[in-house]
Nanobody
Framework: QVRLVESGGDLVQTGGSLRLSCAAS????????MGWYRQAPGKQRDLVAS??????YYVDGVKGRFTISKTDRKNPLYLQMNNLQPEDRAVYYC???????????WGQGTHVTVSS
């Protein structure tokens, strides 16, 4: 079992910055991939960025603005968000994948609101 807890969501103005954090606990030795998803009101939950080992991946809409990183092997996980835009408004969820057994875990989400 893995528990994920996000923090750092806030209200920011367009062009502002925010850093989200995700703390994992439990069977973290089984985690091989972690990342961030987001879900805007009335829309599906979509991938934002992920990292496996030291290899990050970003969707096209956030490349150059967002940075996913970690200070240790798994904890904590960060998402540095710069030049935030109104379309970035969403609930951001931390997730993790494990092996042996293969499972997916989700945090409860943290709200990011971008205003003009």
């Amino acid at each position: 079992q893995v528990r994920l807890v996000e923090s750092g969501g806030d209200l920011v103005q367009t062009g502002g910055s925010l850093r989200l954090s995700c703390a994992a606990s439990g069977s973290i030795a089984r985690i091989y991939l972690m990342g961030w998803y987001r879900q805007a009101p009335g829309k599906q939950r979509d991938l934002v960025a992920s990292i496996a080992g030291d290899r990050p991946y970003y969707v096209d809409g956030v490349k150059g603005r967002f940075t996913i990183s970690k200070t240790d092997r798994k904890n904590p996980l960060y998402l540095q968000m710069n030049n935030l835009q109104p379309e970035d408004r969403a609930v951001y969820y931390c997730y993790a994948k494990t092996v042996l057994p293969e499972r997916e875990y989700w945090g409860q989400g943290t709200h990011v609101t971008v205003s003009s």
